[in-house]
Nanobody, 120 residues
Framework: QVQLVESGGGLVQPGGSLRLSCAASGSIFSISAMAWYRQAPGKQRELVAS???????NYADSVKGRFTISRDNAKNTVYLQMNSLKPEDTAAYYC??????????????WGQGTQVTVSS
């Protein structure tokens, strides 16, 4: 059994910062990549940022220069530092991990989501 548990969402004023965390636990053999997605009401889920086991990162154009993704491989945890937040960043943020369980094939796992609301 594999679980992804997110934390760190909340309400913040425009220009503020938040840090999201996502910890993967359970019968994990390896994690090749972790990522953050977001979904605003009435919109499709979109990739925000991703990081592979070697440390290479990728960002959506809308968050480049404001968000930073990082990873603690020893803790199977991924972080998203969000600075200079804008109202358009308001969404449910979901953690994703492409991982291989101890018994089974590689596949994607998802967290339950954490709400980020940017409003004055």
């Amino acid at each position: 059994q594999v679980q992804l548990v997110e934390s760190g969402g909340g309400l913040v004023q425009p220009g503020g910062s938040l840090r999201l965390s996502c910890a993967a636990s359970g019968s994990i053999f390896s994690i090749s990549a972790m990522a953050w997605y977001r979904q605003a009401p009435g919109k499709q889920r979109e990739l925000v940022a991703s990081i592979v086991s070697g440390g290479s990162t990728n960002y959506a154009d809308s968050v480049k220069g404001r968000f930073t993704i990082s990873r603690d491989n020893a803790k199977n945890t991924v972080y998203l530092q969000m600075n200079s937040l804008k109202p358009e960043d308001t969404a449910a943020y979901y953690c994703n991990a492409r991982l291989t369980p101890n018994w089974g094939s590689p596949k994607d796992y998802w967290g339950q989501g954490t709400q980020v609301t940017v409003s004055s």
